[in-house]
């Protein structure tokens, strides 16, 4: 939860920084390598190196985490921050059935009735039906925060199926995502590599707080509860930064995209409900009832 709360203020600082989509995405995995080389190396004394295992998976989450940030990057120019952050958290849907294809955690009928009615939402987000859309390009926005869900699933899957060496895999990852970043970019607008001041300091704030301290608490949990538990408690970053892109930056979706988000947001917390019972029955270990979740 502390995680998820500090990742919320990922898009208002992309927002914040004025600079194009691979720019912001290059700098705050770049920032972040240092620090999280330093964290993996005091990880490492404690506990060890990482097996080669984790190793593997944190390299090809890293791949998806690139592709993640590339194409969310571009869904806040399109939506705004606010719409962005909400479509790119319908990875809820994915990890979830992935997940019951790859660990065997069964979604519930509830989740399984609300993904149409989620998308319904998103169908609402994207304008088609709106004169009044918020953003530059509505319908590209749901295009790049659809697949920026899709990439985000996957990361999340490998990151719960790869190591517990929580900053260790969270620096193999990031330094993966910034070398590819970097050789994308041009296919993705192009990143300025002298952005000026204050975007320095907005990005090495994204770096530091979402990507570093944000993530780092995210990757710790990722092994030790069920994947669709996760994905829910991660809803808390979309709620948060509706309310902080509205009240910082002054967006204002239309009722008709305001009413999309409710969607969604019902939806997910209706179809995750029965998930997250099951887990605290089934795996105690996991998540013990005296937790904070």
Not at 265 to 279: C, K
């Amino acid at each position: 939860m502390a995680g998820a709360l500090i990742i919320s203020t990922s898009a208002p600082l992309v927002r914040l920084s004025e600079v194009s989509p691979a720019t912001s995405a290059l700098f705050r995995c770049a920032y972040a390598v240092p620090p999280m080389i330093l964290l993996a190396w005091l990880e490492r004394r404690r506990r060890g190196p990482m097996p080669r295992r984790g190793m593997l998976f944190a390299w090809a989450a890293g791949v998806l985490f690139a592709f993640d940030l590339l194409f969310w990057h571009h869904t806040i120019r399109f939506v705004g921050a606010g719409l962005a952050t909400v479509l790119g958290n319908l990875q809820v849907f994915i990890v979830a059935f992935a997940a019951w294809a790859l660990f065997r955690e069964r979604p519930s009928r509830r989740l399984m009735a609300a993904t149409p009615v989620v998308f319904g939402g998103v169908v609402l987000i994207s304008g088609v039906f709106d004169g009044a859309a918020y953003g530059s390009d509505p319908l590209l926005g749901v295009a790049a925060g659809a697949a920026t869900s899709i990439a985000y699933a996957g990361f999340l899957l490998l990151m719960k199926g790869g190591s517990d060496h929580a900053a260790g895999s969270l620096a193999h990852a990031t330094a993966v995502a910034t070398a590819l970043i970097a050789l994308l970019s041009p296919v993705f607008g192009g990143a300025d590599l002298m952005p000026s001041w204050p975007a320095h300091g907005w990005l090495l704030l994204l770096a530091l707080g979402p990507q570093v301290a944000g993530w780092v608490l995210i990757s710790y949990s990722l092994p030790r509860q069920p994947a669709a538990l996760t994905a829910l408690l991660l809803l808390i970053q979309p709620m948060t930064t509706m309310a902080l892109s509205t009240a910082v930056l002054g967006e204002r979706p239309s009722l008709l995209q305001l009413a999309g988000c409710a969607v969604i947001v019902v939806g997910v917390l209706y179809g995750s409900r029965r998930d997250q019972d099951r887990a605290e029955v089934e795996q105690p270990e996991q998540v013990p009832k005296t937790s904070t979740v």
